[in-house]
């Protein structure tokens, strides 16, 4: 039997599936104030005592203007806006928590490195070691115009800088070495000079004296999450990824991306299992099937075609205002050298589909991952056997840190899954890497 790996994946921001709770519930009474604390430090308490290895909170630089040219979509239906900074809240989380770890996003374009590597050194040593970092390049214009450039770096050019960022935060990491700080009152001795050095890194687009200047943390460095699926970014993460998030639709895809991406991470001279694969899933549970089959219709009955496009306006970089809505992409589109986010183009196109404008917009959330939808057995059993099917590790569960969403999962498909002896039912270790390393 094997068994998966759960993560919470979600961002400080209040976009959630439209006629499902999050902020657009506040209509009927059922919304929740997202910009609170209290609300996902009770989701974060919530996941611990299912025993999920992490919570991992997305995040982006600027309000898009791709649709229509202007922000007003974006605005209107909490599309890729707000978002607030995900770093103090995953601190008042792990405030919250004991054993659940804890991932925010941060831009290698727009983030200093010696300041990254100060912030997770000093999450890690709030959390007692259960920090993640997930690696993102950026990929929105509008994010380069808020720092005061033109435009982003090519979409590959960007993952040459990330990998000179990551030796460099490495270099950082690794400037004190673990035993460095000794706090000695009888000499007089906080930390041992002979133990901190400077690192002196010159790169192509970084230079930096070090040492960093916070001591070593319990994980040493934080676990490193990716989640581009690009051909240049795929290397990336076989590289330095801990932990990829990817969304596939079949389980044959899930399989074809498991085994080929555990052979790149080979051929970079590490072990399959150093990396783990979330798989990307949307479950919708109802008390009987044909509920949650309502449910889930009402989400996309629900989701406004404009809303949809907006969002894959910025994920692509492409305003689709211009293009026939009932058409499937023209093949110049899908041919073009993409600056958004590639992989999210390609997977619309695989297997031969050809969806239109129309489906691709209002059924964004099916071409994210598997469906799983149904009464809690059924979910639990799919999730199950899909994960055996495919080999490993686990499923990026993506929605919005509502209770309406949380709730259900945790008390009605954890639990089964858990009897099944699929899922975690107590952490053996207490840092993030030691439960990615579990199994
Ligand atoms: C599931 C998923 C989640 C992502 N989350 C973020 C995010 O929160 N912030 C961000 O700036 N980019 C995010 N990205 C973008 C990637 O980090 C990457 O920059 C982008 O996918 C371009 O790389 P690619 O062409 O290799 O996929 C995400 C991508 C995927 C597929």
């Known amino acids: 039997m094997t068994k998966m790996h759960l993560m919470w994946f979600c961002a400080f921001s209040p976009h959630a599936g439209f006629g499902l709770d999050g902020w657009s519930g506040s209509r009927t009474g059922s919304g929740y104030d997202w910009t609170k604390p209290e609300l996902w430090q009770d989701m974060a308490v919530a996941l611990e005592r299912a025993k999920f290895d992490l919570i991992m909170l997305g995040d982006s630089l600027a309000v898009p203007g791709t649709y229509q040219d202007r922000m007003d979509a974006y605005l209107r239906y909490a599309e890729h806006a707000p978002f607030h900074d995900p770093s103090p809240l995953v601190a008042i989380m792990a405030a919250a928590t004991h054993r659940i770890g804890l991932a ?9 490195p010696f300041l990254l590597a100060r912030l997770m050194t000093t999450l890690d040593h709030l959390s007692r070691g259960r920090i993640a970092w997930n690696v993102v390049t950026s990929y929105k214009r509008e994010e380069a115009l808020n720092f005061g450039y033109q435009e982003l770096l090519d979409h590959d050019q960007r993952y040459d800088r990330a990998d ?98 555990k052979a790149r991470v080979r051929k970079h001279g590490r072990k399959p299992e150093d990396c783990k694969i ?53 093949a110049s589109i899908q041919a073009r050298a993409i600056q958004g986010i590639r992989s999210q183009l390609d ?23 598997m469906p799983f939808i149904g009464t809690p057995q059924r979910v639990a059993d799919s999730l199950a056997r899909t994960i055996e099917a495919v080999g490993g590790d686990g499923f990026a569960v993506r929605q919005g840190l509502w209770p309406g969403y949380v709730g259900p999962f945790v008390e009605k498909v954890v639990p089964l899954l858990q009897q099944h002896g699929v899922a975690r039912a107590e952490y053996t270790g207490t840092t993030l890497r030691e439960h990615l390393r579990e199994f």
Request: some cysteine.
């Open 278 to 330: 979330f798989f990307l899933a949307k479950p919708i549970i109802g008390d009987t099937d044909d509920a949650a089959q309502q449910r889930a219709d009402a989400l996309y009955a629900n989701a406004p075609v404009e809303a949809g496009l907006a969002a894959l306006s910025t994920l692509l970089q492409i305003d689709l205002s211009t293009y026939a809505l009932d058409q499937p992409l023209p």
């Open 164 to 261: 000179e960022y990551m030796e460099l935060c490495y270099q950082l990491w690794a400037s004190w070495q673990p035993d460095a700080v000794v706090m000695d009152p009888r000499t007089d001795t906080f930390a041992d000079p002979a133990k901190v050095r400077t690192i002196d890194f010159a790169g192509t687009y970084y230079w930096s004296r070090g040492p960093l200047n916070a001591t070593p943390s319990p994980q040493g460095r934080p676990v490193i999450i990716q989640a581009g699926t690009s051909e240049r970014g795929q290397d990336f993460a076989a590289r330095h990824a801990e932990a990829i998030i990817v969304g596939r639709e079949t389980v044959d895809d899930m399989k074809q991306f498991y085994d080929a991406f």
């Open 104 to 112: 925010a996003t941060l831009s290698t374009t727009f983030y200093p």
């Open 347 to 369: 997977r619309f196109y695989l297997s031969g589909r050809s969806p239109t404008l129309r489906e691709i917009a209002t059924r964004k959330v099916s071409l994210d991952s």
